[in-house]
């Protein structure tokens, strides 16, 4: 059942990139609760923590898609070993400041600086997209990213409150640190499976490029039907990708989900601490974690008939709908059962939406148009955060598990009524063109 995902680690220098991509990404599973518990342990509010963490990720909704541009173009090494420095010394600055009790707002101008490191989750779905043969593989390849992801993404949250609370309120945060600046320098160093930089292979030719249309979001396992369109690259035409209507809806799907994610990892702490069992609660994000990792590897061993708009649905639904039940949970033993159930849906979800990305934008783009669903999700990470603190302020954990219900819920209505348009859009393929731009204008 998962011998396609040794054979896409067996392709040349695929296993050490992935295992050191996961490294560097486990900051990325820790930093927004590290953020959260530092601040709300030292400060003793969690409407400030979860304004910190607010401002953390609006700061990365509008630096991440500049970085991954500048990727596209200029190559990964290049840019991020400049970026991922200043992103290390941002998060040690930002722990030496909330330990003395810095202004909230001194707080809030050094989050930006985090963001210096990109998105990191889409430099690995850079490289396999280079290095795959075909869509199968491909539809492996992120099913894997995004099941060990969202296993970060769950784990992180749930090692960050282990430490944070057993331990030290800063020891997450230099954890998270570490692993961006060993893993990171180290996975910048593989050059071999670095795709390269779109200004290197775009020429002086005004004409670069042609897509290939398919006509519908590509079936896994059915070969597209390809036609040769001609167009004129614009000069500013490289600068839209966000202005893309179906790219648009799935960033926003992308951010019911981030939500989701925030305010359930909030709430269980608020959870576990009225019911004074707050070091249980790690464990109960790790059962959540541990749903997410075996949903996606089952997802990914197999291949799909439906369209991927079909499956995305599906998985949009379940989750959201077992988001909706948490706050039903009465102890900490049936929070886990439904969060178990639940995470079986969120590596998926995650996996389809990246496939729907891919079918979108041009292969020497596909850094930047995952960044801008990665935008979704930290937008709907920040909201998340910031309504969830505002909740358990109020009324305690069960307003914070009630803003949990309202982002699926969400998720589902914008699935809902975008289906039909996300199953009808186009999918554009960028081919490079080996004719001379003035035989293809004329």
């Known amino acids: 059942m998962f011998s396609r995902y040794g054979d896409i680690l067996a392709l040349p220098g695929a296993r050490t990139f992935f295992w050191w991509g996961l490294f560097s990404r ?81 707080l809030l101008l050094i989050l930006p600086f985090f963001a210096a490191a990109g998105a990191q989750s889409t430099l690995t779905r850079a490289r396999w997209t280079h290095i795959v043969p075909d869509r199968h593989a491909l539809n492996s390849a992120f099913s894997l990213e995004s099941s060990m992801e969202e296993v970060l993404f769950i784990a992180g949250p749930a090692l960050s409150t282990i430490l944070a609370t ?61 036609r040769r369109v001609r167009r004129y690259r614009r000069p500013l035409r490289g600068h839209l990708l966000v202005t893309t209507p179906a790219l648009i809806l799935t960033s926003v ?18 959870f576990s601490e009225e ?24 997802y990914g061993s197999r291949v799909w008939s439906r369209t991927l708009a079909s499956r995305l649905l599906w998985g949009v639904t379940a989750s959201g709908i077992g988001a909706l039940t948490f706050h039903l949970a009465g102890n900490l033993a049936w929070l886990a059962v439904l969060m178990f159930v639940t995470g079986l849906a ?21 850094t930047e148009g995952m960044a801008w669903t990665r935008v979704g999700l930290d937008m709907g990470v920040a909201f998340g955060a910031w309504a969830t603190g505002l909740a358990i302020d109020s009324i305690g954990s069960h307003g914070g598990f009630m803003v949990t219900g309202w982002a699926g819920a969400v998720g589902i209505v914008l699935m809902l009524g975008g289906w039909r348009y996300l199953r009808r859009k186009k999918a554009y393929e960028e081919k490079v063109s080996r004719e001379p731009a003035a035989r293809l204008l004329s």
Not at 346 to 362: E, K, Q, S, Y
């Open 26 to 106: 486990l900051q990325i599973g820790m930093t927004s609760l590290a953020t959260f518990l530092l601040v709300q342990i030292e400060y003793g509010s969690y409407a400030t923590a979860g304004l910190v963490v607010g401002v953390l990720s609006i700061g990365a909704a509008i630096i991440n898609p500049q970085i991954s541009r500048l990727v596209d173009e200029h190559g990964q090494s290049r840019v991020l070993r400049f970026g991922f420095g200043i992103a290390v010394l941002a998060r040690l600055v930002f722990v030496a400041a909330a330990l003395m009790h810095a202004p909230t707002w001194a």
């Open 275 to 298: 019911l004074g069992q707050k070091q249980w609660s790690g464990t109960v994000l790790a059962i959540f974690a541990l749903g997410s990792l075996i949903g996606g590897l089952l």
């Open 253 to 270: 799907i992308f951010a019911t989900q981030g939500a989701l994610f925030a305010s359930a990892d909030a709430s269980t702490v608020a």
């Open 346 to 366: 969120i590596a998926p979800t995650m996996a389809v939406g990246d496939g729907v990305v891919h079918a979108l934008v041009p292969r020497t783009r596909v």
């Open 166 to 226: 057993q331990v030290a309120s800063w020891l997450p945060s230099i954890v998270a640190a570490v692993s961006l600046l060993v893993g990171g320098y180290y996975f910048l160093s593989l050059r071999d499976t670095e795709p390269p930089a779109r200004r290197g292979d775009a020429g002086t030719s005004p004409l670069t490029s042609v897509p290939v249309i398919d006509g519908s979001l590509p079936r896994v396992g059915l070969e597209a039907q390809p």
